[in-house]
C-alpha cells in the first residue's frame, strides 16, 4: 500500500470494509471512509443515498458524526482513509472537508481506488482556506 504507516494502512482496510455498506442504488458509486480519533478507536462511514436526491450523505461525514456522537471532540481527528469502488479516487467534496475542517485541520488523508492503490493527502492541503469561526465573531 505505497509505504503508508501502519495505521494509515489499517484505516485503509477499514474505509474498505465499510464500503460494503454503502447504500448508493441511484448512482451505483460506493463510497466508505475511515476516521481515527485520538482514543484510538475508528469510525466507519458510507455514503447514504435517498430517492429525494440533495439528501443524500456521503461516507466522510457519516464517519464523522459517528465519531462525535460517540465523544470526539475538535482536534481529536489523526486521519482519514476514503475508499471508491472505481479506477479513480472519492476526493471528498467540499462539503465534507469544510465539516472535517470544524474537528481538525492538519491530518492525513488517504485515498484508495478498487485496486488497493492509495494517494496522501492533508485536510490543510485540500482545504486552503475554510470558513473560519472567528469570521463569526464580527456578525452583530
Ligand atoms: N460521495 C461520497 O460519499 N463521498 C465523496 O467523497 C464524494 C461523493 C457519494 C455521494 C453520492 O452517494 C455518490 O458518492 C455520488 O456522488
Known sequence: ?????????ELVSEALKARDFS????SKFRVGAAIKTKSGKIYQGANIENRSY?????AERVATFRAIMD???PGDIVG?????DTEGFASPCG????VL????????????????????????EL?????YAESLLAAK
Open 127 to 131: 482545504l486552503p482556506l475554510p470558513f
Open 101 to 124: 475542517s470544524e474537528f481538525a485541520i492538519d491530518f492525513p488523508i488517504v485515498l484508495v481506488n478498487k485496486d488497493g492503490v492509495t494517494e496522501e493527502h492533508t485536510l490543510s
Open 80 to 84: 482519514l482513509a476514503i475508499a471508491s
Open 23 to 26: 447504500y448508493s442504488p441511484y
Open 95 to 98: 462539503a465534507c472537508r469544510q
Open 71 to 73: 465523544g470526539a471532540k
Open 54 to 58: 440533495g439528501l443524500t450523505m456521503c
Open 1 to 9: 500500500m505505497n509505504n503508508l504507516s501502519k495505521e494509515l494502512q
